[in-house]
C-alpha cells in the first residue's frame, strides 16, 4: 500500500525552530517530487515547497522562502523540512505529499500524509 | 500569484441531485487545473487533473471542464460519500502553486 506518514510537530515558541520528517513506503520513493502542503482553518490548503526526484531542485512559496529548507533522504525513504524562524502564521497541519507524475514534478499531489500539526505559540 | 476563487462557499443538495461548482483564476491557467476532494479527519484526494482528466480510481460521475480563467467540477448524481470539502488547485504559474478556497458540498 502506498502511504505517507509524517511526524515532529509540536508546539514552539515563535522564532524557534522545528524539523519534520515524512517517510514513504509502498512505492518507489526516488522516482517522484514531493511536496510540503500545510492546512489551516484560516487559509485553507497552502503549498508551501517542492523537492525534485533527486534533491537537486527545490522551490518554496514566499511565506516561507529563506526560512524554511526541504530535503530529502532516498536512501532512507525519507523527507524532511526544517524549519527555522517560526512565526505564530506558520501554525498548522503540515502534510508531505507525493507528486502526481513519475518523472518531472507536474505540481499535483495525488499521494497525501495524514499530517503533524505544528503550533507557534508563547 | 495566481488567486483561485471557489463558488458558492457553500452547496446544499440531495443525493441523486447533481452537483455543480465552480472555480475562477485571477488570471489565465491554460488547462492546468486539478479538483480534489477532503472529507473531515482525511487528507485530500486527487479526483481530476489538467481540468478533465480523472484521476485512478474516481467514478465516471465525477467531471471536469473548463479552460482559462473559469473551470467546473459537475457531480452527475450525487451519492451520499460525495458530501465533501472540493478544492480546486493551479500548476500553470508557480511557485506558487495556489489552491481555491474550498467549495462545501452538505446534504439537504
Known amino acids: 500500500e502506498v502511504q505517507l506518514a509524517e511526524s515532529g510537530g509540536v508546539v514552539v515558541q515563535p522564532g524557534g525552530s522545528l524539523r519534520l520528517s515524512c517517510v514513504a513506503s509502498?512505492?518507489?520513493?526516488?522516482?517522484?517530487?514531493m511536496h510540503w502542503v500545510r492546512q489551516t482553518p484560516g487559509k485553507g490548503l497552502e503549498w508551501v515547497s517542492l523537492i525534485s526526484r533527486d534533491g537537486g531542485d527545490s522551490y518554496y512559496s514566499s511565506s516561507v522562502k529563506g526560512r524554511f529548507t526541504i530535503s530529502r533522504d532516498n536512501s532512507k525513504n525519507s523527507l524532511y523540512l526544517q524549519m527555522n524562524s517560526l512565526r505564530a502564521e506558520d501554525s498548522g497541519l503540515y502534510s508531505c505529499?507525493?507528486?502526481?507524475?513519475?518523472?518531472?514534478?507536474?505540481?499535483?499531489?495525488?499521494?497525501w500524509g495524514k499530517g503533524t500539526t505544528v503550533t507557534v505559540s508563547s | 500569484e495566481i488567486v483561485l476563487t471557489q463558488s458558492p462557499a457553500t452547496l446544499s443538495l440531495s443525493p441523486g441531485n447533481r452537483a455543480t461548482l465552480s472555480c475562477r483564476a485571477s488570471q489565465s491557467v491554460s488547462s492546468y487545473l486539478a479538483w480534489y476532494q477532503q472529507k473531515p479527519g482525511q487528507a485530500p484526494r486527487l479526483l481530476i487533473y489538467d481540468t478533465s482528466n480523472r484521476a485512478t480510481g474516481i467514478p465516471a460521475r465525477f467531471s471536469g471542464s473548463g479552460s482559462g480563467t473559469d473551470f467546473t467540477l459537475t457531480i452527475s448524481s450525487l451519492e451520499p460519500e460525495d458530501f465533501a470539502v472540493y478544492y480546486c488547485q493551479q500548476r500553470r504559474d508557480w511557485p506558487p502553486y495556489t489552491f481555491g478556497q474550498g467549495t462545501k458540498l452538505e446534504i439537504k
Open positions: 505529499a507525493r507528486d502526481f507524475h513519475n518523472g518531472a514534478p507536474w505540481g499535483y499531489m495525488d499521494v
Open positions: 509502498g512505492f518507489t520513493f526516488d522516482d517522484y517530487g
